[in-house]
Each structure stands twice: as C-alpha cells, then as structure tokens.
C-alpha cells in the first residue's frame, strides 16, 4: 500500500495494472484499492490547492512575519 501511494504520488502517470498486484496479494479487496487511491488523490489535490493559492499552517502563521 505505501509503495502503490508513493508511486502514485511521485509519479502518477508510470502507474500500471501490475501495481495492484501486491495489495491484492496481500488480501485487499477492489474497493479497500480504492479506497487507498482515493485517499492519496484527495490529498494531492488539496495540496496543490494550498500551495497554488500560499496557505500556510497556523503554526507557520505565528512563527513568520507578515
């Protein structure tokens, strides 16, 4: 399951069906494989909403000047 994040996170456009394989291997089901690309998906998505618009964390809001 990390491998298959990572790799879609890094280089989504190198994914292939044969990266399933090991999480089908290791018992999950279709939809749980799924469930982890969507997951992974909705969280480069935000991101680069974020980055694209200068959201910065409350934390880094405090420790930086405006």
């Known amino acids: 399951m990390v491998a298959y ?8 456009a190198k994914m292939r069906e044969s990266d399933l394989e090991a999480m089908r291997d290791a018992g999950l089901s279709d939809r749980d494989i799924l469930d982890v690309n969507l997951t992974v998906a909705y969280y ?23």
């Open 44 to 66: 480069a998505y935000v991101n680069r909403i974020a980055d694209g618009l200068g959201v910065r964390l409350e934390s880094e809001d405090a420790s930086s000047p405006r």
């Open 5 to 12: 994040a990572t790799k879609l996170t890094e280089t989504p």
